[in-house]
C-alpha cells in the first residue's frame, strides 16, 4: 500500500513521521526503528500534553447525548 502526500497530510500518524524525516529518503528498517524510537523517547520525556481540537464548552454541545443530565 502507498500513502500519497494527500493522505500523509491528513492522517497523524504520517504527520509525525514526516515531522521525524524531514523530507529526507529513509533507506532501510534498522534506520527508521531507531529514528522512531529517539523520537518516541523525546516524547515521552517532554510530558506533552494533549491538543484538543475543540473546548470544553463545544465537547459539552457535541457530546450531551452521552453524558445525560439526571
Keep these: 500500500m502507498s500513502i500519497s ?9 504520517c504527520e509525525t513521521l514526516q ?3 524531514s523530507d529526507r529518503r529513509i533507506s532501510d528498517l534498522d534506520t527508521l526503528n ?3 524510537t529517539a523520537w518516541q523517547h523525546a516524547t515521552n520525556t517532554e510530558q506533552r500534553k ?9 465537547a459539552r454541545v457535541k457530546l450531551r447525548h452521552l453524558y445525560p443530565k439526571s
Design 19 to 21: 515531522s521525524i524525516t
Design 50 to 58: 494533549v491538543r484538543w481540537q475543540f473546548t470544553t464548552d463545544d
Design 5 to 13: 502526500r494527500s493522505d500523509a497530510v491528513r492522517h497523524p500518524f
Design 34 to 36: 531507531t529514528e522512531l
